[in-house]
T-cell receptor, first 112, second 111 residues
Framework: SQTIHQWPATLVQPVGSPLSLECTVE??????LYWYRQAAGRGLQLLFY??????ISSEVPQNLSASRPQDRQFILSSKKLLLSDSGFYLC???????????FGSGTQLSVL | DAKTTQPNSMESNEEEPVHLPCNHS???????IHWYRQLPSQGPEYVIH???SNVNNRMASLAIAEDRKSSTLILHRATLRDAAVYYC????????????FGKGTHLIIQP
């Protein structure tokens, strides 16, 4: 069966520090991968999605970047975190041509 | 993706059916109707989706209006574990882009 792993579960980082969040999927190949963010009290915002290795689509301009170095690995990064980067970050995957998205358990990021 | 409109919140009693409405008057012919729910501090969970016909699964039923401009998610017998934010989302079939989440309906279940 397919599983999605996302870590860490919680992270506290100072302003100006770098960020790297990793997401991996098991049990499937060539998935579509997604990064979402949910700021406190707000809705889910799609940040990036990828349909293959090295292929990244950005939905909103921001302080973050994404990379997909391997088929089932999706990384969210920042060189210098801002206070506004705080939020709940979620990774998700979907099979190619499939309608359902499956979400990870999320990372709660606090930038202080 | 076309826009959906849902009530901000609804309240129901445990062990009773719940009908969650969604309006999507600008839906296109290729848009699927998706429902997800999100429990506190968790990622969204797929509930059900459909195109034109009503759909049933172990979690819920989806009733789609004949003109497809509205739909209703039906929880047949609500439990306290069904308390969550429910999102109604339109997505073009076969697309790789992600789901666009709105504010959803906060469902409160009273014991």
């Amino acid at each position: 069966s397919q599983t999605i792993h996302q870590w860490p579960a919680t992270l506290v980082q100072p302003v100006g520090s770098p960020l790297s969040l990793e997401c991996t999927v098991e049990g499937t190949s060539n998935p579509n991968l997604y990064w979402y963010r949910q700021a406190a009290g707000r809705g889910l915002q799609l940040l990036f999605y990828s349909v293959g290795i090295g292929q990244i689509s950005s939905e909103v301009p921001q302080n973050l970047s994404a990379s997909r170095p391997q088929d089932r690995q999706f990384i969210l990064s920042s060189k210098k975190l801002l206070l506004s980067d705080s939020g709940f970050y979620l990774c998700a995957w979907a099979g190619t041509g499939q309608e359902k998205l499956f979400f990870g358990s999320g990372t709660q990021l606090s930038v202080l | 993706d076309a826009k959906t409109t849902q009530p901000n919140s609804m309240e129901s009693n445990e062990e009773e059916p719940v009908h969650l409405p969604c309006n999507h008057s600008t839906i296109s012919g290729t848009d699927y109707i998706h429902w997800y729910r999100q429990l506190p501090s968790q990622g969204p969970e797929y509930v059900i989706h459909g195109l034109t016909s009503n759909v049933n699964n172990r979690m819920a039923s989806l009733a789609i209006a004949e003109d497809r401009k509205s739909s209703t998610l039906i929880l047949h017998r609500a439990t306290l574990r069904d308390a969550a934010v429910y999102y109604c989302i339109l997505r073009t079939g076969g697309g790789a882009d992600g789901l666009t989440f709105g504010k959803g309906t906060h469902l409160i279940i009273q014991p």
